[in-house]
Nanobody, 124 residues
Framework: VQLVESGGGLVQPGGSLKLSCVVS????????VGWFRQAPGKEREGVAT????????YISDSVKGRFVIPRDGAKNMVILQMNSLNSEDTAMYYC???????????????????WGQGTQVTVS
């Protein structure tokens, strides 16, 4: 299975970005797609997750009200819509895939076996 992120870049504070994650290959390898981020010197943080059938979206408290993980994307693509960005959102953003029971499709990175290469988001 392969995961490829896109959509990162440089944005001014208050701006928006839309990240995309395309999942290909053995997509039956997982049922839960997550977005994580890691800033230099900080631990990896779970930002948002959703089941591949579009159910059970999860948004972390740190971005709730600003980030959205829409339910209506294609089965093999997961979107992360990021609004009202600030400097604290600057990080490398990763897409990941897990095979977990519904209740465990959340921001725990250790549950995710397959990872993309990441896309850089810089807010400045």
């Amino acid at each position: 299975v392969q995961l490829v992120e896109s959509g990162g870049g440089l944005v001014q504070p208050g701006g928006s970005l839309k990240l995309s994650c395309v999942v290909s290959g053995d997509t039956d390898s997982g049922n839960c797609v997550g977005w994580f981020r890691q800033a230099p010197g900080k631990e990896r943080e779970g930002v948002a997750t959703i089941l591949t059938n579009g159910d059970s979206p999860y948004i972390s408290d740190s971005v709730k009200g600003r980030f959205v993980i829409p339910r209506d994307g294609a089965k093999n693509m997961v979107i992360l819509q990021m609004n009202s960005l600030n400097s604290e959102d600057t990080a490398m953003y990763y897409c990941a895939l897990a095979d977990v029971p519904r209740a465990y499709c959340n921001g725990d990175s250790w549950r995710f076996r397959h990872w993309g290469q990441g896309t850089q988001v810089t807010v400045s």
